[in-house]
């Protein structure tokens, strides 16, 4: 489900997909792309993404693996979230830009919701409390195997390692979380193989981006 056609103007593609499967490489590639084709749109991030959602996103990614209780985390994203939705990405959205968030609910679902035990009912209803229907209208999941993630996170990765040091089958629950969110969300959800060349992928995601809101292209 969407926001309602009455106040949706803009269109909201969000990026999932576990540690090293080259987000924030593929949304740089884009916003390349949308600057020189001189589209609105604006990049972001979750954790993150607003002034005060950044401070919330330094509790959050680094530090002790179990510095804080599955709960206490959910509220913190989910918190961090709130302020971003509603100071950064429904505003762009009113405007009528295009917004690549770097992650967002689907990540919650499986981190806290399957990682973490916190369940996806309590992830779903807290979502549905704090954000009605607010969803992405197109999310690409970029899938890789953990052991090749993992891998290519630590090369580059400084202080935000929180999640990368939780073990191996985490991850693996973690990619398989994604993949049955993609199966259960075949419209609105893309699985893209993340092993593919870079140039290959980004040439992907701009075709799926050009057929699935091909009004702004
Ligand atoms: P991110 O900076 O996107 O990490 P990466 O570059 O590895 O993709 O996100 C930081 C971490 O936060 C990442 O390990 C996933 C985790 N996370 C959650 O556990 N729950 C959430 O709701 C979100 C948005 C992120």
Redesign the pocket.
């Given at each position: 489900m969407h926001i309602s056609a009455a106040s949706k103007k803009g269109y909201f593609i969000t990026f999932e997909?576990?540690?090293?499967?080259g987000?924030?490489t593929q949304l740089k590639l884009l916003s390349t792309y949308f600057e020189k084709s001189g589209l609105p749109f604006i990049a972001t991030?979750?954790?993150?993404g607003s002034e005060n959602a950044e401070k919330i996103?330094s509790l959050?990614?680094s530090g002790a693996v179990d510095s804080w209780d599955p709960v206490t985390?959910t509220l913190l994203?989910t918190a961090a979230?709130s302020d971003h939705l509603n100071r950064i990405v429904k505003p762009a959205i009113t405007e009528g830009k295009i917004v690549i968030c770097?992650?967002?609910?689907d990540?919650?679902l499986v981190?806290?919701g399957i990682?973490?035990g916190i369940g996806e009912v309590y992830i779903k209803s807290l979502h549905n409390m704090v954000f009605g229907n607010f969803m992405p209208d197109l999310t690409v999941i970029l899938d890789i195997a953990p052991e090749i993630g993992l891998k290519r996170?630590d090369a580059r990765?400084g202080n935000?390692n929180?999640?990368?040091q939780l073990d191996i089958k985490f991850h693996q629950n973690i990619r398989e979380g994604f993949l049955q969110i993609a199966q259960n969300e075949m419209e609105r959800c893309v699985v893209l193989d993340a092993t593919k060349d870079t140039e290959t992928l980004h040439k992907q995601i701009v075709g799926i981006i050009k057929e699935k809101c091909g009004v702004f292209l």
């Open positions: 997909g576990g540690e090293g499967s987000k924030s991030r979750e954790p993150g996103r959050l990614v985390e994203f979230r770097d992650r967002f609910f990540s919650t981190y806290q990682g973490k996170a990765r935000e929180r999640f990368e």
